[in-house]
């Protein structure tokens, strides 16, 4: 029997999850439940790992009553799989080696000849004896997809249709690692994942991961990037901008649904559980702006009530 579409969350266990991140969690629950899918949760631990955080990640969601189902599954599981679809991808002709440094990614990035961040593909073009003096000089080689178009478009629950650029992405890193755009890829294809809702920083690199789907011959799901949590200088929230953990809030006496009322009453919603929330729950009124925090709560453009 096929199993039935799901969304996520896919946390990286890197450090405790701030209020932006549990805001964003809640919402992919809300967005899974609410249309009858499943919610799985997926812990992103291929790189930035510290012992004890994905045991308080989830021990955190947990507590704000956000549940999934079955077991939690871990990326440092799965290098199979990736390493099955990079095969089939160099089987095609769509990969070749790069020695670039991250300095000189930098410098290429930001020159006039190609969209701002996009890989210049300076690395596309090296006979097989540049790629031997490279080796020869003890340069590590990621491995990249050989892309044949510039940009890809993409249609969001929130944005609409969304255009962005496309390049030559990364699929193993030099470390030998999957990098991040390929895991991502077929960890959601693999777990019938068919619902992505994250936050907006993460659309403009959502049509690499389309088409890369799309090479790759796996379904695309829908996408839903949702407004982020700032800080009052109006930049993402980060634990650096004081108590934005849970743990943080009840140390200074807040319980679980205070919190839960605040990260409510950012979405425009008036709910101090997230079954309470659920019940009311409608991403077509979602906020489009983002919410910023102070060390009152989380707050609306215009205040919460």
């Given at each position: 029997m096929a199993e039935r579409a799901a969304g996520?969350?896919?946390?990286?266990?890197?450090?405790?999850?701030?209020?932006?991140?549990?805001?964003?969690?809640?919402?992919?629950?809300?967005?899974?439940?609410?249309?009858g899918r499943r919610f799985l949760m997926r812990v992103e631990d291929l790189d930035r790992v510290r012992p004890g955080a994905e045991q308080r990640?989830?021990?955190?969601?947990?507590?704000?009553?956000?549940?999934?189902?079955?077991?939690?599954?871990?990326?440092?599981?799965?290098?199979?799989?990736?390493d099955h679809a990079i095969d089939r991808l160099r089987a095609q002709g769509r990969t070749y080696e790069c020695f670039c440094t991250r300095k000189e990614?930098?410098?290429?990035?930001?020159?006039?000849?190609?969209?701002?961040?996009?890989?210049?593909?300076?690395c596309r073009t090296l006979t097989t004896t540049d790629r031997a003096r490279l080796r020869a000089e003890g340069r590590p080689a990621a491995l990249r997809l050989r892309a044949d178009i510039t940009e890809y478009e993409i249609v969001d629950e929130l944005h609409g249709v969304y255009r962005g650029p496309v390049d030559d992405v990364v699929l193993r890193r030099g470390d030998g690692l999957p990098a991040y755009n390929l895991a991502v890829v077929v960890d959601d294809a693999d777990q019938h994942i068919d619902q992505v809702v994250r936050g907006d920083d993460l659309l403009p690199?959502?049509?690499?991961?389309?088409?890369?789907?799309?090479?790759?011959?796996?379904?695309?799901?829908?996408?839903?990037?949702?407004?982020l949590v700032l800080n009052t200088a109006g930049q993402r929230l980060a634990k650096r901008d004081g108590s934005v953990t849970l743990a943080d809030r009840t140390a200074l006496g807040d319980t679980v649904e205070d919190v839960v009322s605040a990260l409510s009453c950012s979405l425009g919603y008036s709910a101090r559980t997230p079954a309470h929330l659920l019940r009311q729950f409608d991403p077509a009124v979602l906020p489009r702006r983002?919410?910023?925090?102070?060390?009152?709560?989380?707050?609306?453009?215009?205040?919460c009530p």
């Open positions: 996520r969350y896919a946390p990286s266990p890197s450090g405790d999850l701030h209020l932006g991140n549990l805001r964003t969690a809640l919402l992919a629950w809300l967005f899974a439940r609410s249309t990640q989830l021990a955190d969601l947990a507590a704000l009553g956000v549940d999934w189902d079955g077991p939690v599954v871990r990326q440092s599981e799965r290098l199979d799989l990736y990614i930098q410098q290429a990035a930001t020159a006039p000849h190609g969209p701002m961040g996009s890989y210049p593909g300076t690199s959502t049509p690499r991961q389309a088409y890369l789907a799309a090479l790759l011959g796996l379904p695309v799901p829908r996408y839903a990037h949702v407004p983002p919410s910023t925090f102070d060390e009152n709560g989380l707050l609306q453009p215009d205040g």
